[in-house]
């Protein structure tokens, strides 16, 4: 069982009240330190190092479970303010933009030289830097200009959102939520408002055959943001038929940055149902698409997306086999992409990962499909 401290850590919620209260927790645990860029000091803390080995150098707390795993992962330590703590991957690339360094060669070096090579960059500049230390260590070594970067805790964000489902939205459900050190989400239902939402979209399916597939779709948004830069405060229109859900595009999205605050987030919100029924428009669209070449278009759509290979493939395979030839509508390849996230699924693929699989996925709402429906094959 993975300990709250690794880099590896994630949970899971099946209740609101338990993913505001953890949320609420993480909040009053987390420190936000501001320190100047060219005060920060860096120390290696790979596999053998002196440190790995040195737990009194550590701030009060940490424990010799972090200091393992952070030799095992990212392998560097930040002093700051005299007291030196384990950073965690997710801060990783924000350490580069205070560095103002970058490249696919940092990180082959030895954790002492890219150390030393990190040092004599952050020793240039003389920036604030925003510290974000959570569970043990450095999680996020963001710009210290609200300008650059704005905190939005999680659970005000939570909170905001709730309230504002409950008003606009009775009788929301709440579906899950997920948690790990790089980002967090949370997905409702609306089964109240389907007629509201979905129902000029279900009607057209009527009228097409898809009779079975109407009649079991629920309108859902889905909730993310991060603290380490990953996202920005966002809900998104979710479609949900069984344990499957359909990313239909952003609603509102605020970002942690020009001195945004949880009033600015709360304000989008109010867009929340006028974007839904944006989304469902271009879902809609679709249906009135005709394809001549479906599997070439899907294929040439999920390469233009950089969809994970494997997936892809094998759901172009298995609409290839049910196509059969005939009509088809940009709606029909869509519906069928919606095999990836499942695949994706079942190999337990990260749920980070699978989130921003599908956000990418809803991107394909808005492509001119003409593009993609050409009779040549592609290889993907």
Request: hydrophobic share 40%.
């Amino acid at each position: 069982m993975q300990k709250q401290c690794q880099d590896g850590f994630y949970t899971t919620f099946s209740s609101y009240p338990l993913m505001l209260d953890y949320h609420k927790e993480q909040s009053k645990n987390s420190r936000w330190v501001k320190a100047r860029v060219s005060d920060l000091e860096i120390q290696p803390l790979g596999k053998g190092s002196a440190l790995s080995t040195d737990l009194p150098a550590f701030a009060s707390g940490t424990t010799q479970d972090a200091v393992d795993d952070t030799a095992n992962n990212l392998g560097l330590a930040m002093r700051v303010d005299g007291e030196l703590f384990p950073m965690r991957m997710t801060a990783y690339k924000s350490l580069l933009d205070r560095a103002k360094i970058g490249g696919t060669a940092l990180p082959k070096l030895s954790r002492e030289v890219l150390a030393e090579v990190l040092n004599a960059c952050l020793r240039l500049y003389s920036a604030d830097a925003l510290l974000l230390i959570r569970d043990e260590k450095v999680a996020a070594v963001h710009s210290g200009d609200a300008v650059d970067y704005s905190v939005l805790p999680i659970d005000e964000l939570l909170t905001a959102l709730k309230t504002k489902l409950d008003a606009r939205f009775s009788g929301n459900e709440f579906e899950s939520g997920y948690c790990d050190h790089a980002m967090v989400s949370a997905a409702w239902t609306m089964s109240d408002q389907k007629e509201d939402l979905l129902g000029a979209y279900t009607k057209l399916l009527d009228s097409q055959g898809k009779t079975a597939m109407a009649s079991k779709l629920t309108p859902g948004v889905r909730f993310m943001s991060s603290d380490t830069g990953v996202a920005s405060a966002k809900v998104s229109a979710l479609l949900v038929s069984g344990k499957r859900s359909i990313h239909i595009g952003g609603c509102i999205a605020v970002d942690h940055r020009h001195q945004s605050k949880v009033s600015d987030f709360d304000t989008a919100l109010d867009q929340l149902f006028a974007q839904f029924g944006d989304s469902i428009a271009k879902l809609q669209k679709l249906l009135e698409i005709h394809l001549d070449y479906p599997v070439n278009a899907m294929t040439r759509v999920c390469k233009k997306l950089s969809l994970p290979k494997k997936a892809a493939v094998e759901a172009i395979a298995m609409y290839e086999m049910a196509y059969g030839g005939g009509p088809a509508t940009a709606h029909d390849v869509f519906l069928a992409m919606q095999e990836i996230p499942f695949i994706l699924r079942t190999e337990n693929t990260p749920e980070s990962k699978m989130l921003v699989i599908e956000e990418n996925m809803a991107r394909a709402l808005s492509f001119r499909w003409s593009d993609y429906d050409l009779a040549k094959a592609v290889s993907y």
